[in-house]
C-alpha cells in the first residue's frame, strides 16, 4: 500500500523544534495517538505485544507500558514532558531513561518487555532542530501503515481519555546508561580485551557522552574521550560523524590506534585510522562483511546496504564468495529487507550500521565494538583492513532546497542527469534524491574517472540551484 505518511519521514518526524509539528500540543496529542494506535489489540506489526492490551482501557488486563529517551538537546526537556504528558493521559505507564542512544531505548524496550519505545532526538542535526522516533515492543522502528494511522488519528477529533486510576504513571529507569553498556559489551566473546589499544572518540556532545567511553574503558583500552559535555546547544557542532576531520585531527593529537565518531544520538559510527584517515561507512560494512564471511557467520554470504554505497563493495563481497542486496535510502529500508530474508548484516554509507543478531537498529556502539574485535582477533591495524575495499571515485553534492516539487518537473535537472547518464553508460550511475531529514536534495554520481564524475555532478547542482536552490 503507497504510503500517505505526511508528518513522518525516513526517520521518524523532524524539524525546528517548537514550531509544527514539533510544538508542545501536537507532540502532546502525537503521543495520544500513538498511544492508542499501538495499543490496538489487532495490531498484528508486533507479534510481542498481548492482544489484551489497550492503551485506552483503563480496564486492560495489562497497562500499556512505553519507554521513553531522549538525547542531550536543549528542547528535549518541554518535548520530554509533553511526550509523557499525552501517553499517561491515555493510560500508558511511562518508563523514562533519560539521556541515552536511540539504539539503547530500542534495546531497553525490548529487554523490559515493554510494548513500545519513543526517542526524542534529531540524529546528526544542530540543536534548533529535534524529533522523534517510535519503536514497537520488539525494539524495530514503526511500520508506514502504522506510522500512517498515527497520523490519520491526529486528524480526528480528540477523544477523552481515563479518569482516575485509569491515568498513567512515570517511573524512572536506574541505571539505564549501564543497562545498555553491559547489552553491547555481551555481543563481544567472553574475555574479549582492549588493552593495549588507544582510542579517541568523539560523542558529539550527545547522548553516548558517558556510554561509549564507560564500554572501551571496561575492556581495559586507553580512552580520549572528546565532545562530552553537552550543554543543550552544542550536540553535533563542529563536531560528531558529519565532521569527520574533527575526529582525525583527535587521532594525530593523541597517537590513537583508532578514533571513534558518533551522531548526536549514537546511531550512527565514523572511524578513523591510526594514519588518522576517515574509515566511512561502506569501508566499515566491507570489514565486517568479510569477517563474517569467513567465520561463516554471514546469514545467506548477504549483505545489505543502500543505492547511495560504493560499487566496490559489490566487487569485493563477489570476490569472496557473498552478495550485496540493495535498497532504496533509509536505515528503515535496510532493516526491513534483512528482516524479510533473515540476513543478520547491513548499513549505510552514512554509518547507519545494523548487527541484527545483536541489535534492532543502527547501532554505533555495537558497530564500533564488532570492527575492534576485528582489528584484535586480526592483529591487523585498521589502515590496512580498510583496504579490502577498492572503491569507485564518488562525487556527492548536498545542497539546501526551498521546497521538494517531483524531480521530473524539473525539465533542466532532468536533462542534466539524462546528460550525465549517457556519459557514463554502463561504467557509473547516478543517483538524485531529497532527504527524507532534511530540506536538501541530494546528488550521486559514481563511475571510473574522478574528474569526469566531478563535473556531471556540478552541472546537476547547477541546474538545481537554480530551480529550488
Known amino acids: 500500500m503507497p504510503s500517505t505518511r505526511k508528518l513522518f519521514g525516513t526517520d521518524g518526524i523532524r524539524g525546528l523544534a517548537n514550531v509544527e509539528p514539533l510544538t508542545p500540543q501536537t507532540i502532546l496529542r502525537?503521543?495520544?495517538a500513538g498511544a492508542a494506535e499501538i495499543g490496538r489489540s489487532d495490531d498484528r506489526d508486533d507479534e510481542n505485544r498481548p492482544a489484551s492490551v489497550h492503551a485506552a482501557s483503563g480496564d486492560a488486563a495489562r497497562r500499556l507500558r512505553v519507554v521513553v529517551g531522549r538525547d542531550t538537546r536543549l528542547s528535549g526537556d518541554f518535548l520530554e514532558s509533553a511526550l509523557i504528558a499525552g501517553l499517561t493521559s491515555m493510560g500508558a505507564d511511562v518508563l523514562r531513561a533519560g539521556t541515552l542512544p536511540t539504539p539503547g531505548i530500542a534495546f531497553?524496550?525490548?529487554s523490559l518487555g515493554a510494548?513500545?519505545?519513543?526517542?526524542?532526538?534529531a540524529s546528526h542535526n544542530l540543536f534548533e532542530d529535534n524529533g522523534i522516533k517510535f519503536f514497537r515492543g520488539d525494539g524495530y522502528k514503526l511500520s508506514d501503515r502504522i506510522e500512517s494511522r498515527i497520523e490519520a488519528r491526529l486528524l480526528e477529533p480528540s477523544t477523552n481519555g481515563p479518569t482516575g486510576a485509569g491515568?498513567?504513571?512515570v517511573q524512572s529507569i536506574e541505571d539505564a546508561g549501564a543497562l545498555?553498556?553491559?547489552?553491547?559489551l555481551g555481543t563481544l566473546p567472553a574475555g574479549f580485551s582492549l588493552r593495549g589499544l588507544r582510542i579517541a572518540v568523539d560523542c558529539a556532545n550527545g547522548s553516548a557522552h558517558v556510554t561509549t567511553p564507560a564500554a572501551l574503558r571496561a575492556l581495559g583500552a586507553e580512552v580520549f574521550p572528546f565532545h562530552t559535555e553537552p550543554d543543550g546547544v552544542n550536540i553535533n557542532h563542529a563536531c560528531g560523524s558529519?565532521?569527520?576531520?574533527?575526529?582525525a585531527r583527535r587521532v594525530r593529537?593523541?597517537?590513537?590506534?583508532?578514533?571513534?565518531?558518533?551522531d548526536g544520538d549514537a546511531d550512527r559510527l565514523i572511524l578513523c585510522d591510526e594514519t588518522a584517515e576517515i574509515v566511512d561507512g561502506d569501508e566499515v560494512l566491507a570489514i565486517a562483511a568479510l569477517d563474517f564471511l569467513r567465520r561463516g557467520a554471514l546469514r545467506k554470504s548477504t549483505l545489505v546496504t543502500t543505492v547511495m554505497s560504493n560499487f566496490g563493495l559489490d566487487e569485493t563481497l563477489a570476490a569472496a564468495g557473498g552478495y550485496v542486496l540493495r535498497t532504496a535510502v533509509g536505515d528503515r529500508y535496510v532493516l526491513a529487507e534483512m528482516k524479510a530474508r533473515?540476513?543478520?548484516?547491513?548499513?549505510?554509507?552514512?554509518?547507519?550500521?545494523?548487527?541484527?543478531?545483536?541489535?534492532t537498529t543502527g547501532d554505533g556502539l555495537v558497530s564500533a565494538l564488532q570492527i575492534l574485535r576485528v582489528l584484535v582477533e586480526s592483529g591487523k591495524p585498521l589502515s590496512e583492513l580498510k583496504r579490502c575495499l577498492t572503491k569507485y571515485p564518488q562525487a556527492q553534492r548536498n545542497l539546501n532546497v526551498r521546497s521538494k516539487p517531483a524531480l521530473k518537473e524539473l525539465s533542466g535537472v532532468t536533462r542534466a542527469i539524462s546528460g550525465a547518464e549517457r556519459a557514463l553508460g554502463a561504467k557509473g550511475r547516478v543517483l538524485v534524491r531529497y532527504s527524507g531529514t532534511e530540506a536538501k536534495v541530494r546528488v550521486l554520481v559514481e563511475g571510473r574517472n574522478a574528474a569526469e564524475i566531478g563535473a556531471l555532478a556540478d552541472a546537476i547542482a547547477h541546474e538545481l540551484t537554480t530551480a529550488i536552490g
Open 30 to 32: 502525537l503521543a495520544q
Open 108 to 110: 531497553l524496550t525490548r
Open 115 to 121: 510494548d513500545a519505545g519513543v526517542a526524542l532526538t
Open 167 to 169: 491515568l498513567g504513571r
Open 180 to 184: 545498555y553498556v553491559g547489552h553491547a
Open 242 to 247: 558529519t565532521h569527520p576531520e574533527e575526529i
Open 253 to 262: 593529537e593523541t597517537g590513537a590506534s583508532v578514533g571513534i565518531s558518533h
Open 342 to 359: 533473515g540476513l543478520n548484516v547491513g548499513g549505510e554509507q552514512s554509518g547507519h550500521l545494523i548487527f541484527r543478531d545483536h541489535s
